[in-house]
Antibody, heavy 120, light 108 residues
Framework: QVQLVESGGGVVQPGRSLRLSCAAS????????MHWVRQAPGKGLEWAAV????????YYGDSVKGRFTISRDNSKNTLYLQMNSLRAEDTAVYYC?????????????WGQGTMVTVSS | SYELTQPPSVSVSPGQTARITCSGD??????AYWYQHKPGQAPVVVIY???ERPSGIPERFSGSSSGTTVTLTISGVQAEDEAEYYC???????????FGGGTKLTVL
């Protein structure tokens, strides 16, 4: 079955960096775009970034643009999110999600999420 | 930046019909998706492409679209449907993905 497993979360000081990973299985990873979506404590879902199936196209939400980088390794069926210059407001559960490949972006499978806490 | 607007909360009694709306200027041109999110769990897509229901989602979940508003309808609401529901779409360029603020469905 389709499975997405995030890892790499933890506690990090403001201004530092962290890299999240998302291991995919149960589908042809290289055929689908992938998203990172986050949820801050007590807040709603916020889209962070998307990457095309071959990794050539990337888009970012305004709050992470210029600080976060989405990437993928199709040989390892793994999605990444490099987070630099972290701020307290980046504290959230980070989910990876598989895109449905419809004409509009939309997700059909999500991981369980990994918690990132930015605190001194 | 592009925004989708949902009501913060909807309350219904078991067996009644719940309707959750989502408004956005680009919705006539871009599909909407609806996700059910329960605490501590991964979100689950309940409607895709405005009105399509994934396999495994109960028939009581349906979606519709009219102009700049899409609607998630849950007929015969059950206690297990209590959750946060989010609409999601994209701006007209398709490069900016956005979620609505979420609607807390309470089953009385």
């Amino acid at each position: 079955q389709v499975q997405l497993v995030e890892s790499g979360g933890g506690v990090v000081q403001p201004g530092r960096s962290l890299r999240l990973s998302c291991a995919a299985s149960g589908f042809t990873f290289s055929s689908y775009g992938m998203h990172w979506v986050r949820q801050a404590p007590g807040k709603g879902l916020e889209w962070a970034a998307v990457i095309s199936s071959d990794g050539s196209i990337k888009y970012y939400g305004d709050s992470v643009k210029g600080r976060f980088t989405i990437s993928r390794d199709n040989s390892k069926n793994t999605l990444y999110l490099q987070m630099n210059s972290l701020r307290a407001e980046d504290t959230a559960v980070y989910y990876c999600a598989k895109d449905r490949a419809d004409p509009s972006p939309g997700c059909d499978m999500w991981g369980q999420g990994t918690m990132v806490t930015v605190s001194s | 930046s592009y925004e989708l607007t949902q009501p913060p909360s909807v309350s219904v009694s078991p067996g009644q019909t719940a309707r959750i709306t989502c408004s956005g200027d680009a919705l006539p041109k871009k599909y909407a998706y609806w996700y059910q999110h329960k605490p501590g769990q991964a979100p689950v897509v309940v409607i895709y492409k405005d009105s399509e229901r994934p396999s495994g989602i109960p028939e009581r979940f349906s979606g519709s679209s009219s102009g700049t508003t899409v609607t998630l309808t849950i007929s015969g609401v059950q206690a297990e449907d209590e959750a946060e529901y989010y609409c999601q779409s994209a701006d007209t360029s398709g490069t900016y993905v956005v979620f609505g603020g979420g609607t807390k469905l309470t089953v009385l």
